[in-house]
């Protein structure tokens, strides 16, 4: 069964620490997406990806970083995390090509700033 | 640019009525997708439907039903005889034809089926 892995489901972490939320995928996706989801704010893009060390800002980046060092994995880090980045992170795949085939979704990490 | 809104926040039901999610789009493109998906509290999303510019016709998926207007830049999505098991929250979104793929969402509505 063909699946987007994210690390972790819960995490909590403290204002200031440098976070890392990984994401792997299994069916060998050009591009990859990192979303949050907020509470009357639907899915808001963050950063995304189309190839290994390739990346390029969505709507949020600020405060935000990715590495993509391998076609499988895309990694969201927060530099300094902040209590306003507490979120559902939601991290997706699709391959690439003409038209538009939607995402594979991973199953979400809530992550809490304190 | 491109949007989606979907202007019901909540919608809630008895089991076994039917209930029609409303999603209206924006785009300047002439080529391009739509789609829905289903959240249950589980947290993942899951794929239920795409459509393109080019196919307007409505779509039947046993209980699932879903109108595609280019008159009304609308993409509705009906539940035919609702069941508990639907509760969920349904994002409609819409893609540019490009090879990065980037998806826009709306902004959710959650439905509620009470037994």
């Known amino acids: 069964d063909v699946k987007v892995t994210q690390s972790s489901r819960y995490l909590v972490k403290r204002t200031g620490e440098k976070v890392f939320l990984e994401c792997v995928q299994d069916?060998?996706?050009?591009?990859m997406f990192w979303y949050r989801q907020d509470p009357g704010l639907g899915l808001r893009l963050i950063y995304f990806?189309?190839?290994?060390?390739?990346?390029e800002k969505g709507d949020i980046p600020e405060g935000y970083s990715v590495s993509r060092e391998k076609k499988e994995r895309f990694s969201l880090i927060l530099e300094s995390a902040s209590t306003n980045q507490t979120s559902m992170y939601l991290c997706?795949?699709?391959?690439?090509?003409?038209?538009?085939?939607?995402?594979?979704f991973g199953s979400g990490t809530r992550l809490t700033v304190v | 640019a491109q949007k989606v809104t979907q202007a019901q926040t909540e919608i809630s039901v008895v089991e076994k009525e039917d209930v029609t999610l409303d999603c209206v789009y924006e785009?300047?493109?002439?080529?391009?997708?739509l789609f829905w998906y289903k959240q249950p509290p589980s947290g993942e999303l899951v794929f239920l439907i795409r459509?393109?510019?080019?196919?307007?016709q409505n779509e039947i998926s046993g209980r699932y039903s879903w109108n595609f207007q280019k008159s009304t830049s609308s993409f509705n999505f009906t539940i035919t005889a609702s069941q508990v098991v639907d509760s969920a929250v349904y994002f409609c979104?819409?893609?540019?034809?490009?090879?990065?793929?980037?998806?826009?969402f709306g902004t959710g509505t959650r439905l509620l089926v009470s037994p």
């Open positions: 997706a795949s699709s391959p690439t090509g003409t038209g538009s085939y939607g995402y594979t």
């Open positions: 069916m060998d996706h050009e591009n």
């Open positions: 785009t300047r493109d002439t080529t391009y997708y």
């Open positions: 459509r393109n510019s080019f196919d307007e």
């Open positions: 990806s189309y190839d290994v060390k390739m990346k």
């Open positions: 979104a819409l893609s540019e034809n490009t090879g990065f793929q980037k998806l826009v």
